[in-house]
Every structure is written in structure tokens, then in C-alpha cells.
């Protein structure tokens, strides 16, 4: 098993711009989560999934939008990049909602000027 | 909701020395507890699980403690080695949801 997947590994956009984050995993996981990390900070919840067809928002989902038409697939779009999107992107997955640890993907790192 | 938090942001012990990472949380529905590590430029690597139902539970080298009374939970890491140095996060359950801390970066010194 690949595990957790993320591309691309690193992005700069101008402000204003838009771009796809992509995920995928290849364990058959139901749930699977975006979040961001700002240097020297934890991770901030952006969007989950609980399954196909279902997504959710999280803490701070301002800026984005998810689409989740695969078990596989969840990907992160930004419209109108900001300065402020300006961090580590993470996505993970895992197989339920309670007890189970998260698998991460190993981030995108994206720079907005 | 909850929040998650760590007492120090940073935590220096020299090699072989034991090292003990502490975390406060404040939502007492909590019930599922989860350390990460992360290593500089990777993605955060589960170390160890708890549920409400324990108070502890051990690893290879690590041991997890939950005090339901004070909402605070510690990684202990026995025998602490230079591949041990890294940042720690705690995370708690809300819902369907993992809630993480700001994380404490563990030095190991030669």
C-alpha cells in the first residue's frame, strides 16, 4: 500500500489564484481530513468526509472547498489564494470515526505572494 | 468542541534520560486520545492511542497516562534516543473529529 498520497510536494501562487491540492489513499479508508499547519503551530481541521458523496466542514474552512466523488479521492481546491493560505497542507485518512489513528499524507507546502 | 494544549512548547533531555510530554484538554466528553510525532518536513507518525476507559497503556518505549479527573494526559518516552528528537503533538476526540495541540519539540542531546 501506497498509504496516503499528496500532490503536489510544493506551490507558489499569487494572490488571487486558484489550484487543486490532490489526495488519495489506497486503504479503503471511509474518513479522510484536510488540515493546515502555519510554522511552529499544531493542525487546524479545514474539511473532513465520512464517506463518498459526504464532506464537512471543520475550524477553518473559509477559502476552500472539497469534493469527494471516490472512496479514494479528496481533493482540496483554493479559490483566490491569499497570503494568508500561506502554510502546510495535510491530508489524511482513516477507517472510522472512533479509535482508529489517522494516517497522514506528507503535506503540501504552498506559498502565497 | 474541544481544545488541546501542551504545557511547554519545548523539552530538552539528554540521551537515555526519559522524557515526559504533557497535554491538557478541556472537553470532559472526550474518550479517544491519540500522540502524533513529527519529524521536520513529514507528516505527523501516530505513537500511541488511549481510550477513556484506560488510565494506561504502554508501547514499545513509550507509555501513555490519562488523568480523566484533571483532563491531562503525558507521553512518556523511556530511554530517550537522538531519533527521538522531534515535535509532539496530543490530539483528543470531538465527535467525528481529531482536535490537536500546538505540539512540543523534544531535543535529545548527545
Known amino acids: 500500500n501506497a498509504g496516503v498520497t499528496q500532490t503536489p510536494k510544493f506551490r507558489i501562487l499569487k494572490i488571487g489564484q486558484s489550484m487543486t491540492l490532490q489526495c488519495t489513499q489506497d486503504?479503503?479508508?471511509?474518513?479522510m481530513y484536510w488540515y493546515r499547519q502555519d510554522p511552529g503551530m499544531g493542525l487546524k481541521l479545514i474539511y473532513y468526509s465520512v464517506g463518498a458523496g459526504i464532506t464537512d466542514k471543520g475550524e477553518v474552512p473559509n477559502g476552500y472547498n472539497v469534493s469527494r466523488s471516490t472512496t479514494e479521492d479528496f481533493p482540496l481546491r483554493l479559490e483566490l489564494a491569499a497570503p494568508s493560505q500561506t502554510s502546510v497542507y495535510f491530508c489524511?485518512?482513516?477507517?472510522?470515526?472512533?479509535?482508529?489513528?489517522?494516517?497522514f499524507g506528507p503535506g503540501t507546502r504552498l506559498t502565497v505572494t | 468542541g474541544e481544545s488541546v494544549g501542551l504545557h511547554l512548547p519545548t523539552l530538552s533531555v539528554q540521551e537515555g534520560d526519559n522524557s515526559i510530554i504533557n497535554c491538557a484538554y478541556s472537553?470532559?466528553?472526550?474518550?479517544?486520545f491519540i500522540w502524533y510525532k513529527q519529524e521536520s518536513g513529514k507528516g505527523p507518525q501516530f505513537i500511541i492511542d488511549?481510550?477513556?476507559?484506560?488510565d494506561k497503556r504502554q508501547g514499545q518505549r513509550v507509555t501513555v497516562l490519562l488523568n480523566k479527573t484533571v483532563k491531562h494526559l503525558s507521553l512518556q518516552i523511556a530511554a530517550t534516543q537522538p531519533g527521538d528528537s522531534a515535535v509532539y503533538f496530543c490530539a483528543g476526540t470531538s465527535g467525528s473529529r481529531l482536535t490537536f495541540g500546538e505540539g512540543t519539540q523534544l531535543t535529545v542531546n548527545p
Open positions: 486503504m479503503n479508508h471511509n474518513y
Open positions: 472537553n470532559s466528553a472526550s474518550d479517544y
Open positions: 488511549i481510550r477513556s476507559n484506560m
Open positions: 489524511a485518512s482513516t477507517l472510522g470515526a472512533w479509535g482508529y489513528e489517522q494516517y
